[in-house]
């Protein structure tokens, strides 16, 4: 399984043309269960950068409303509050494909995760 609930992002894409997978952007939303399936509302935290057979491949790291996972505001908090979370989440993305398939180019922010979303957000509406 995943280390955490794992989707998409719908109205999303990140397009092959500016070296995206051609996919809608994917979200680890952190928490308790969330049925397969569900829409939810969550708040971005920072994103996870990686690389895909040479593809950008970013995986933005969100936790949702209504839990205690709420109260972290950044990767950083998440780091002190719950340690080794962001490790194992990196660990896992890296080699769930087997080794050597994807690349680690670490985390970034969540400034820099909402710019990534809102790219996405634009290439999906402009049809790329």
């Not at 962001?86 to 180019?105: A, M, Q, T």
Request: no cysteine; net charge negative; charged share 25%.
């Amino acid at each position: 399984g995943y280390p955490g609930n794992y989707g998409m992002i719908p109205g999303t894409l990140l397009p092959r043309e500016l070296g995206g997978d051609g996919d809608p952007l994917d979200v680890i939303v952190l928490g308790p269960a969330i049925p397969r399936g569900s829409v939810v509302r969550a708040k971005l935290i920072g994103a996870l950068k990686l690389l895909d057979g040479g593809e950008q491949d970013d995986k933005l790291i969100a936790v949702p409303e209504n839990t205690l996972m709420y109260e972290v505001n950044s990767i950083e908090e998440l780091n002190a509050r719950y340690m080794g979370v962001s490790e194992i989440i990196k660990i896992w993305f890296v080699n769930y494909k087997g080794p050597g398939k994807l690349s680690s180019k670490g985390y970034v922010d969540k400034n820099e995760a909402e710019k990534i979303l809102n790219y996405a957000i634009t290439a999906f509406e402009e049809g790329r």
